[in-house]
């Protein structure tokens, strides 16, 4: 028992000299003291942390369900508000680079929402202020029934284009059924004045033809008409073609023979020409 009791106190009185020479206690280094924040604090990020002992130290921080290294650090350094994603209880660690589960420590606080800045209080409206924002207001109304009945304007200016377009696009249906009509009785004109052509040049072979033929046709050179010598017989007598008159003379032209003709009452046809059946006969 008194070697017990003489041996705490060698190891008392080791550390109190240690102290004074290090001017420091070696009791921090065997187990660092978390200064900030308190244990069970209430704080807002950042968060500020300080320890005593050991420098650097390990950095942990975890929460429910969430845990973060943040490495190395030394004494004092900020946990940033991106470490602590939400309100809520976390836990702090600190722990030796070499003899981390011989020497480490922890500390519990809970973050509380960030308070919103209150915006100030905005000063109270003069009445020179007051009417001018009534003014203000009183143009933006103006302007706004201005833009409403141009609206307004445009949208029916522009149903009446929508009007004047469709009945545009029913004329001109109606122009290009009547251009297609009036193509195909062009057509149809066309093609009959073709055949009209054709019956034109047709003709005029046909004539040309006649007129060479008539050309080819001797003059009349002698001029008679049917008589029946006694027709006062029965059966009257046979009809006889008589060319000449009374004295013998040949009807050279139409006027002799007709002069003849008139005179004569057995006559029974009128004058025409005999000249080339009668020279046929001959």
């Known amino acids: 028992m008194r070697q017990a009791i003489g041996l705490f106190v060698v ?51 975890s929460g429910s369900g969430f845990r973060r290294d943040l490495g190395a650090r ?6 940033a508000a991106d470490d602590l994603p ?5 836990v702090l660690e600190i722990r030796s680079p070499a003899l981390g589960w011989l020497i480490r420590t922890e500390r519990r606080f809970r973050v509380q929402p ?9 000063p109270p409206e003069t009445t020179a202020a007051r009417a001018e924002t009534e003014e203000a207001l009183s143009r933006l109304r103006s302007e706004r029934d201005r ?6 304007a445009l949208l029916a200016e522009h149903a009446h284009l929508q009007t004047e377009n469709r009945d545009m696009a029913s004329e001109l249906d109606e122009l290009r059924e009547a251009q297609e009509q009036a193509d ?17 040049q047709l003709a005029l072979q046909e004539n ?15 001029w008679g008409y049917l008589s029946y010598p006694r027709p ?20 050279r032209d139409e006027a002799e023979c007709a002069a003849t003709r008139r005179a004569d009452p057995t006559a029974a046809s009128p004058c025409v020409c005999v000249g080339s059946v009668w020279d046929h006969l001959q």
């Open 11 to 61: 190891c008392v009185l080791a550390v109190g000299a240690a102290d004074l020479t290090f001017r420091s206690t070696l009791l921090r280094t065997v187990s660092p003291v978390i200064t900030s924040p308190a244990d069970g604090a209430i704080v807002t990020a950042p968060v500020t942390v300080r320890w005593e002992g050991q420098q650097p130290m390990l950095a942990t921080v």
């Open 208 to 222: 040309q033809i006649l007129r060479s033929r008539l050309a080819s046709i001797p003059n009349c050179t002698t």
């Open 147 to 152: 833009i409403e009945a141009e609206k307004r």
């Open 114 to 122: 960030t308070a919103e800045p209150v915006p100030p209080p905005a």
């Open 184 to 200: 195909r009785r062009l057509a149809s004109i066309e093609a009959q004045q073709a055949e009209l052509a054709e019956a034109h």
């Open 86 to 90: 939400r309100p809520g209880q976390y």
């Open 232 to 251: 006062q017989t029965v059966p009257p007598t046979r009809r006889v073609v008589l060319v000449s008159n009374g004295r013998g003379q040949v009807f």
């Open 74 to 79: 030394y004494s004092p350094f900020e946990i």
